[in-house]
C-alpha cells in the first residue's frame, strides 16, 4: 500500500529553538497533506492542510508564524514549530491525499518533546 | 460544536468475543465520509474501514463491519472474534464532502484492552 514517512520520529529540542519535521509520500504526489497534533490521551486535532504551491491554511487557534508549513513538491511537506516550549511537547501526525486514489494515508509521527 | 462523539473512553473485551464501539456524527451536508481508525501504543494511525453517506450497505472489512445508522447519525465499529492485538486507540473520523482534500475530525477515541 501507499507509504508516508516522517522525520524525525524522535526528537528532543531545547526550549527556543526550532524544530523541523518532514513528512513524505514515497510512492504518490501528493497535492494535499494536513498536519495533525495529538496530546497524550487525546484525539488528533486537524492544524493546517498544507497545498503544493499554495499557503497552507491553518484551523482555528493554531498560530501559523509559530507552525510554519511548506508544501514545496508533490511529496514533501515540512512542519517547523518555531522558538518551540514545553507546552509545544506533543505527538506530530501527518497524512497526504494521494489524488490518483482519494485517499489519505497517515505518517508514523513524530514525538516532539521540549525541555 | 462536537461533530464526532465517542461515549465510551475505555472498554474490556473477552478474547474471541466480539466488541462494538459507539460512535455518532453530526453534519448537514448529505455527502460525507465515516472512517475507523486503530492507533496502537506506536502511534501510527491504521485505516479500518470507510463508509460513505450514499453507500447502501454497511462496509466489511475482514473482522471489521461498520454498523451505520444514517438516521440516528451512527456508525458504530463492530470488531467479531477479538485477538488480543486488537488492544489499541479507536478513532472514529468523519469527512465532510466525498473528496480525500476534505480534512477528517476526529472523535475522542475508545481505548480497547483485550483480556486472554
Known amino acids: 500500500g501507499a507509504v508516508v514517512s516522517q522525520h524525525p520520529s524522535w526528537v528532543i529540542c531545547k526550549s527556543g529553538t526550532s524544530v523541523k519535521i518532514e513528512c513524505r509520500s514515497l510512492?504518490?504526489?501528493?497535492?494535499?497533506m494536513f498536519w495533525y497534533r495529538q496530546f497524550p490521551k487525546q484525539s488528533l486535532m486537524l492544524m493546517a492542510t498544507s497545498n503544493e504551491g499554495s499557503k497552507a491554511t491553518y484551523e482555528q487557534g493554531v498560530e501559523k508564524d509559530k507552525f510554519l508549513i511548506n508544501h514545496a513538491s508533490l511529496t514533501l511537506s515540512t512542519l517547523t514549530v518555531t522558538s518551540a516550549h514545553p507546552e509545544d511537547s506533543s505527538f506530530y501526525i501527518c497524512s497526504a491525499r494521494d489524488s490518483n486514489k482519494e485517499t489519505q494515508y497517515f505518517g508514523p509521527g513524530t514525538r516532539l518533546l521540549v525541555l | 460544536a462536537q461533530k464526532i462523539t465517542q461515549t465510551q473512553p475505555g472498554m474490556f473485551v473477552q478474547e474471541k468475543e466480539a466488541v462494538t464501539l459507539d460512535c455518532t456524527y453530526d453534519t448537514s451536508d448529505q455527502s460525507y465520509g465515516l472512517f475507523w481508525y486503530k492507533q496502537p501504543s506506536s502511534g501510527e494511525m491504521i485505516f479500518l474501514i470507510y463508509?460513505?453517506?450514499?453507500?447502501?450497505q454497511n462496509a466489511t472489512e475482514g473482522r471489521y463491519s461498520l454498523n451505520f445508522q444514517k438516521a440516528r447519525k451512527s456508525a458504530n465499529l463492530v470488531i467479531s472474534a477479538s485477538q488480543l492485538g486488537d488492544s489499541a486507540m479507536y478513532f472514529c473520523?468523519?469527512?465532510?464532502?466525498?473528496?480525500?482534500?476534505?480534512?477528517?475530525?476526529f472523535g475522542g477515541g475508545t481505548r480497547v484492552l483485550v483480556k486472554p
Open positions: 463508509q460513505g453517506s450514499y453507500d447502501e
Open positions: 473520523a468523519m469527512r465532510e464532502g466525498l473528496t480525500a482534500g476534505n480534512k477528517l475530525t
Open positions: 510512492d504518490f504526489q501528493a497535492t494535499t
